[in-house]
């Protein structure tokens, strides 16, 4: 992103149109394991997301083959960012 400030003036962030939530009070009604997956609480109308077919409701267990953990409000900010700095345009790791 430094790089991107330099070289550019600005930093560009992608948004994929997702609203995390939190999976810790619904563990139970998922059968997750502990410590996997994000819950996505909403999914913005005609976002890069919604073209792909996710939803509300829906729970990712990695974004771009990395694995997600989303489990307590705490973890929110490090899944938003992650979001944020994949490349705009990039639809491959919400398939």
Do not use: C
Not at 3 to 15: D, I, Y
Not at 38 to 51: E, H, K, Q, T, Y
Not at 82 to 90: H, T, V
Request: proline share 5%; glycine share 14%.
């Amino acid at each position: 992103m430094v790089g991107q400030l330099v070289k550019q003036g600005k930093v560009t962030r992608s948004n994929v149109g997702i609203v995390p939530g939190v999976l810790q009070d619904l563990k139970t009604f998922y059968a997750l394991d502990q410590n996997t997956g994000m819950l996505i609480n909403r999914v913005d109308p005609g976002s890069p997301v919604a073209r792909v077919g996710l939803r509300g409701g829906d729970i990712r267990l990695s974004i771009n083959g990395r694995k997600v953990d989303g489990w307590f409000a705490e973890q929110r900010p490090e899944i938003q960012h992650q979001m944020a700095i994949e490349p705009i345009g990039n639809r491959s790791g919400w398939k």
